[in-house]
């Protein structure tokens, strides 16, 4: 659970048991502080008109498609949100399909040229919020 002398291992244990209580599942826990820097719907927003599509889109499964998987990864990395909140955004049924979607996202990246293009895009849109997109 963590590295240290005692005092911290017992503080961080203490900690991580203070938090499992407060929540109802597991994986709602985390002892980082999340900061949101950008809100969900305009990260929403800013990836639909990159990808030409319809914010609406991202709530709707699709098979064979990274449109989810593009959003989950935006809203995670640009709105602070957990796995678990964006599954929640994009009414993805739990934190473990958006992980599955992150591993499948991965693979299509480092076959798919013209998507890490489009993301990069994205991501230097979304790094500086200060241009127009």
């Not at 503080?11 to 991580?16: A, G, L, V």
């Not at 927003?45 to 709530?59: D, M, Q």
């Amino acid at each position: 659970m963590a590295i240290g002398d005692a005092s911290f291992v017992d503080d961080i244990r203490r900690r991580t048991i203070e938090l499992i209580g407060r929540y109802k599942k597991q994986d709602d826990v985390s002892l980082r502080d999340v900061r949101v820097t950008i809100e969900p719907e305009r990260v929403l927003a800013e990836t639909a008109s990159s990808l030409g599509v319809e914010p609406e889109v991202f709530k709707v499964r699709r098979r064979n498609s990274v449109l989810r998987a593009v959003a989950a990864r935006m809203l995670c990395k640009y709105a602070g949100l957990t796995q678990r909140e964006a599954a929640d955004v994009l009414q993805v049924s739990s934190s473990a399909a958006i992980s599955k979607q992150q591993q499948r996202l991965s693979r299509e990246l480092a076959e798919n040229r013209k998507l890490r293009r489009q993301l990069g895009e994205l991501e230097a849109c979304l790094g500086t919020m200060t241009r127009a997109c």
